[in-house]
């Protein structure tokens, strides 16, 4: 059974198709062409392998088709089970779709309307539909400028290769603008591909009382939108939506769970931005400031993050590599060009970055950028991790939409000048700090060259120099080495609990003295009947009591003998004294001497 039907208006009622087999992909059960106007009502067709409907007008003829209380159920086709081109207005009122499977077309879908003004669907479902090879689970519409969906169920639609689990809608030169009005779209899936509910190429969408629950697919688990930000998501970022829609619960593989698109934004979290030891970074308003960092020193960034537009990271860990070749090919090429590199000003050739500039390895959802950048000491540079591949997006009314701060990441880096223990290298225009390598050391901060490590260092490196035992210097800030001639066993450069290379109790020039306030140690440290030895004075307290003992004993007694002998000469003074008043003796000069000796001796002569 085949009709075609020509140059009419042709309606058909009540008609009833059942278990048709034609082993031909190019059999169609009713084609139209060259009409003006077209109704079907009540068309049934259930378990067939065969077209049902084609409508193929000129792109001039125009005509309006009208399908009506119709039901298509079980057909397992090669083809499309309707394809209408090149009409003005089609009206599907309460048809029912369900259960169709079609096999092997790879640019089509079980319903296709191509080159149409304007398209209403209403009060229809379309329910576990399969497409294998084609765009859209259900339904396909290319190159159509108005759309209208309303009070219409999508409901386990499956795209097992391309895009759009239930509905896919492509446009190339206009935008097309779709209407979806309390409608539902529940467990549909795009397996291998974007949209898992509806697929938007170049269009336009406006969304109002709908839900959208549960649907999956690698990108955009919910709606997936190209090439034109639909009106309904400016809505929704800016806040001022109402539509009363519930857009939830969908599952994307890759990104954009609810609805995705494409990459929205490049971020990288601070403590992820590793530099070396002293410098330090600051997170500004517009970028990311790095302070003290030295020339020649590296910088890695890890886990920069490429974020969707509901701010969640793209998961390249879930992609399946034995999966991978049945992604569809812009899936394919999306992931291939995901990749992120670092820019700066290569017109100064003084500026070199060196190493892992460029990179689309994921590790953990994240890129990772490791570099050694070399300038200028007391200079300053910018630097910016950029996406290689930026997206091309235009609102509904054609104005491009583009926002490259969200698309880089800015930092400045402020160059310090090199440290004590590092030199200044010229590298090609630049000039680098390179620390001194094993061996050496350098103690000026100025200096072009590493000294050689002395014999009474163990090692130098940098500006470390770790003494032998038996030596010491005065701090780390010279190089002047002195040996312990006295008592090399004080010092102990070696020892792990050594302080300022002395032992234990030890302090000072070539510790030769104790800690006896306990500043350095803690304790403590006295010496004992002057050894040189220091002793912990909490464990020494008898010594030291009989140390001070004695020593309280010896200066005693040494007072004591001091004051005999002044008293003893005190005496004499005093009995000079007495003999001079009494004149029995005068204690004098020379005629006082000669007088006492007359005195004396006419007393003689009068006792005897």
């Known amino acids: 059974m085949n009709f075609k039907i020509e140059e009419v208006q042709p309606q058909v009622d009540t008609t009833s ?46 005509g309006n088709f009208i399908m009506s209380f119709s039901r298509l159920s079980g057909q397992e086709i090669n083809q499309p089970l309707i394809e209408l081109n090149f009409l003005d207005t089609i009206l599907f009122n309460e048809v029912l779709l369900e259960n169709n499977v079609l096999k092997q077309n790879s640019y089509s879908s079980i319903v296709y309307v191509s080159q149409c003004n304007n398209i209403t669907i209403n009060n229809s479902q379309f329910q576990n539909n399969t497409n294998f090879n084609g765009l859209g689970g259900s339904l396909y519409v290319f190159n159509c400028l108005h759309i209208l969906i309303q009070n219409c169920i999508f409901k386990q639609n499956k795209c097992l290769r391309l895009n759009g689990g239930a509905i896919s809608i492509q446009n190339l030169v206009n935008i097309a603008q779709v209407f979806i009005y309390k409608c539902s779209f529940i467990l549909n899936s795009a397996v291998f591909s974007t949209g898992g509910a509806i697929n938007l190429s170049y269009s336009n969408l406006i969304i109002e009382s709908s839900n959208i629950t549960s649907n999956t697919a690698l990108i955009g688990g919910g709606i997936y939108y190209e090439q034109v930000i639909p009106d309904f998501v400016f809505e929704k970022s800016n806040n001022t939506s109402n539509n009363k829609n519930k857009i939830i619960n969908n599952n994307a593989k890759i990104f954009g769970h609810n609805i995705g ?25 517009r970028q990311i400031e790095i302070r003290e960092f030295k020339s020649g020193n590296q910088i890695t960034f890890e886990g920069i993050q490429l974020l969707d537009e509901e701010n969640n990271p793209i998961q390249t860990s879930n992609i399946n590599i034995n999966e991978f070749q049945f992604y569809s090919s812009d899936v394919q090429s999306f992931i291939q060009s995901l990749s992120v590199s670092l820019n700066w000003d290569q017109s100064n050739k003084k500026i070199q970055v060196i190493g892992q500039v460029q990179s689309k390895q994921q590790i953990n959802n994240g890129i990772n950028l490791q570099s050694q950048i070399m300038y200028m000491p007391q200079s300053k540079m910018n630097l910016q991790i950029v996406l290689d591949s930026l997206p091309k997006l235009i609102d509904s009314k054609g104005n491009i939409f583009f926002n490259q701060d969200s698309f880089q990441k800015n930092f400045i880096i402020n160059f310090t000048s090199c440290s004590i223990g590092e030199i200044t290298t010229q590298q090609i225009e630049s000039i680098i700090c390179q620390e001194c390598p094993e061996g050496k050391y350098s103690l000026d901060q100025y200096s072009t060259s590493c000294k050689q490590c002395p014999d009474s260092a163990k090692e130098c490196q940098g500006s470390t120099i770790n003494l032998m035992n038996g030596y010491w210097r005065e701090n780390d800030k010279t190089d002047i080495i002195v040996y312990c001639n006295k008592n090399p066993e004080f010092c102990q450069a070696e020892s792990p609990d050594s302080k300022f290379l002395c032992l234990r109790g030890y302090i000072g020039p070539l510790c030769q003295q104790c800690d006896s306030y306990g500043i350095i140690w803690g304790n403590r440290y006295s010496q004992i009947f002057s050894s040189d030895a220091c002793y912990d004075c909490n464990d020494s307290v008898l010594l030291i009591a009989f140390e001070n003992s004695l020593t309280f004993l010896l200066i005693f007694l040494y007072i004591f003998m001091i004051l005999i002998k002044i008293i003893q000469k005190m005496q004499a003074k005093i009995i000079g004294y007495y003999l001079n008043r009494s004149e029995i003796l005068f204690l004098g000069s020379t005629r006082n001497q000669l007088q006492n000796i007359s005195t004396i001796t006419q007393s003689l002569h009068f006792y005897y």
């Open 17 to 62: 198709i059942q278990s048709q087999y034609i082993n031909n992909n190019k059999y169609v059960f009713l084609q139209i062409v060259g009409f003006q106007n077209c109704t079907i009502n009540n068309l049934t067709s259930l378990n067939n392998q065969i077209t049902v409907l084609s409508i193929n007008q000129q792109p001039d003829d125009g």
């Open 261 to 285: 698109s494409t990459i929205r934004k490049l971020d990288i979290d601070l403590q992820n931005i590793k530099i070396p030891k002293g410098s330090v970074k600051f997170l500004g308003e």
